[in-house]
């Protein structure tokens, strides 16, 4: 079992940069492949990307592509959402995911999920 703190939401001008963080909870993080999803209101949830294992291996949404960076820090059991040049339509919450299974396609099937953070986009 994992438990997934987010933190880093709040208010950005478009164009602007966030970084939003996630505590796992447990000594098996390395097991989890993680990821980050979103839903805007009114929306369904929406993929945005994952990381493997090891950190070595990165997928992203279309959406976000070149502007967000995920990375994670095993030896802290801490996963990072780098958010650059973003839009008001990033406006959502942020929900941290964990699976022990890392699947190379975009994907809102994820076996744990924080309690989200908001993040708003103003233009």
């Known amino acids: 079992q994992v438990q997934l703190v987010e933190s880093g939401g709040g208010w950005v001008q478009a164009g602007g940069s966030l970084r939003l963080s996630c505590a796992a909870s447990?000594?098996?993080?390395?097991?989890?492949?993680m990821g980050w999803n979103r839903q805007a209101p009114g929306k369904e949830r929406e993929f945005v990307a994952a990381?493997?294992?090891?950190?070595?291996?990165?997928i992203y949404a279309d959406s976000v592509k070149g502007r967000f960076t995920i990375y994670r820090n095993n030896a802290k059991n801490l996963v990072y959402l780098q958010m650059n040049g973003t839009k008001p339509d990033d406006t959502a919450v942020y929900y941290c995911?964990?699976?022990?299974?890392?699947?190379?396609?975009?994907?809102?099937?994820?076996?744990?999920w924080g309690q989200g953070t908001q993040v708003t986009v103003s233009s």
């Open positions: 447990g000594r098996s993080f390395r097991n989890y492949a």
């Open positions: 990381v493997s294992w090891s950190g070595g291996t990165q």
């Open positions: 995911t964990a699976d022990p299974t890392f699947r190379v396609v975009a994907t809102t099937t994820w076996k744990h």
